[in-house]
Protein backbone atom coordinates (compact mmCIF):
# COMPACT_ATOMS: atom_id res chain seq x y z
CA UNK A 1 0.00 0.00 0.00
CA UNK A 2 1.16 3.30 -0.42
CA UNK A 3 -0.09 6.87 1.83
CA UNK A 4 -0.12 9.91 0.09
CA UNK A 5 -0.78 12.72 2.36
CA UNK A 6 -1.37 16.16 1.48
CA UNK A 7 -0.44 19.40 3.95
CA UNK A 8 -0.28 23.12 3.79
CA UNK A 9 -4.11 24.31 2.48
CA UNK A 10 -5.89 26.79 4.35
CA UNK A 11 -7.40 30.16 3.64
CA UNK A 12 -5.70 33.22 2.35
CA UNK A 13 -6.54 36.60 0.83
CA UNK A 14 -6.47 37.21 -2.83
CA UNK A 15 -2.41 37.97 -3.74
CA UNK A 16 -1.17 36.26 -1.19
CA UNK A 17 0.71 32.70 -0.94
CA UNK A 18 0.43 29.28 0.19
CA UNK A 19 2.58 26.10 0.02
CA UNK A 20 1.41 22.83 -0.13
CA UNK A 21 3.35 19.54 0.40
CA UNK A 22 2.83 15.99 -0.48
CA UNK A 23 4.79 12.98 1.03
CA UNK A 24 3.96 9.85 0.04
CA UNK A 25 5.16 6.45 1.89
CA UNK A 26 4.86 2.65 1.97
CA UNK A 27 5.45 -0.36 -0.37
CA UNK A 28 6.86 1.84 -2.76
CA UNK A 29 9.76 3.47 -2.74
CA UNK A 30 10.81 5.34 -5.90
CA UNK A 31 8.15 7.58 -8.04
CA UNK A 32 7.92 8.73 -11.57
CA UNK A 33 5.94 11.38 -11.89
CA UNK A 34 4.32 13.42 -9.12
CA UNK A 35 1.67 15.89 -9.55
CA UNK A 36 -0.88 18.27 -8.10
CA UNK A 37 -5.07 18.33 -9.26
CA UNK A 38 -7.57 20.69 -7.88
CA UNK A 39 -11.13 20.49 -8.29
CA UNK A 40 -13.23 23.15 -7.39
CA UNK A 41 -17.44 22.59 -6.75
CA UNK A 42 -19.29 21.81 -9.49
CA UNK A 43 -16.07 21.55 -11.85
CA UNK A 44 -13.78 18.39 -12.97
CA UNK A 45 -10.59 17.99 -11.42
CA UNK A 46 -7.85 19.29 -13.26
CA UNK A 47 -4.34 18.83 -13.41
CA UNK A 48 -1.91 22.00 -12.06
CA UNK A 49 1.34 20.83 -12.25
CA UNK A 50 3.74 18.24 -12.70
CA UNK A 51 7.16 16.90 -11.91
CA UNK A 52 9.54 13.88 -13.88
CA UNK A 53 11.51 12.15 -10.95
CA UNK A 54 14.66 14.29 -12.81
CA UNK A 55 13.15 17.64 -12.75
CA UNK A 56 10.92 18.26 -15.17
CA UNK A 57 7.73 20.43 -15.25
CA UNK A 58 4.61 21.08 -16.95
CA UNK A 59 1.80 23.38 -15.96
CA UNK A 60 -1.69 23.82 -16.48
CA UNK A 61 -2.08 27.99 -18.96
CA UNK A 62 -3.67 29.04 -15.87
CA UNK A 63 -0.95 29.10 -13.03
CA UNK A 64 1.60 29.44 -15.35
CA UNK A 65 4.21 32.27 -13.54
CA UNK A 66 2.58 31.82 -10.52
CA UNK A 67 2.87 28.60 -9.13
CA UNK A 68 6.11 26.52 -9.00
CA UNK A 69 6.00 22.81 -8.09
CA UNK A 70 9.58 20.69 -6.74
CA UNK A 71 10.14 17.52 -5.58
CA UNK A 72 12.85 16.03 -3.12
CA UNK A 73 13.52 12.43 -4.08
CA UNK A 74 14.96 11.35 -0.87
CA UNK A 75 11.59 12.16 0.77
CA UNK A 76 9.03 11.36 -1.44
CA UNK A 77 7.43 15.03 -1.06
CA UNK A 78 6.21 17.29 -3.87
CA UNK A 79 6.11 20.44 -3.23
CA UNK A 80 3.70 23.54 -4.61
CA UNK A 81 4.46 26.81 -3.64
CA UNK A 82 1.45 29.41 -4.63
CA UNK A 83 1.79 33.24 -5.10
CA UNK A 84 -0.54 35.93 -6.36
CA UNK A 85 -3.48 33.78 -5.57
CA UNK A 86 -6.88 34.68 -7.20
CA UNK A 87 -10.44 33.39 -5.85
CA UNK A 88 -10.54 31.42 -8.94
CA UNK A 89 -7.68 29.16 -7.28
CA UNK A 90 -10.02 28.66 -4.30
CA UNK A 91 -10.12 23.81 -4.76
CA UNK A 92 -9.66 21.19 -3.72
CA UNK A 93 -6.15 20.20 -4.09
CA UNK A 94 -4.79 16.57 -4.52
CA UNK A 95 -1.79 15.14 -5.13
CA UNK A 96 -1.00 11.97 -7.08
CA UNK A 97 1.81 9.83 -7.62
CA UNK A 98 2.97 7.76 -10.06
CA UNK A 99 4.90 4.35 -9.17
CA UNK A 100 7.97 3.77 -11.05
CA UNK A 101 7.21 0.47 -11.98
CA UNK A 102 3.31 1.09 -12.42
CA UNK A 103 0.36 2.41 -10.35
CA UNK A 104 -0.63 5.60 -9.21
CA UNK A 105 -2.13 6.71 -6.11
CA UNK A 106 -3.83 9.77 -4.69
CA UNK A 107 -4.16 11.67 -2.13
CA UNK A 108 -6.78 12.82 0.26
CA UNK A 109 -6.59 16.72 -0.72
CA UNK A 110 -6.14 19.76 0.97
CA UNK A 111 -8.67 22.47 0.61
CA UNK A 112 -6.95 25.97 -0.53
CA UNK A 113 -9.75 29.00 0.28
CA UNK A 114 -8.80 32.14 -1.40
CA UNK A 115 -11.14 35.55 -0.22
CA UNK A 116 -11.45 38.81 -2.43
Known amino acids: QVQVVESGGGLVQAGGSLRLSCAAS????????MAWYRQAPGKQRGMVAEVTRDGSTNYADSVKDRFTISRDNAKNTVYLQMNSLKPEDTALYYC??????????WGQGTQVTVSS
Open 26 to 33: GSISRFSI
Open 96 to 105: KVYGYYGGSY
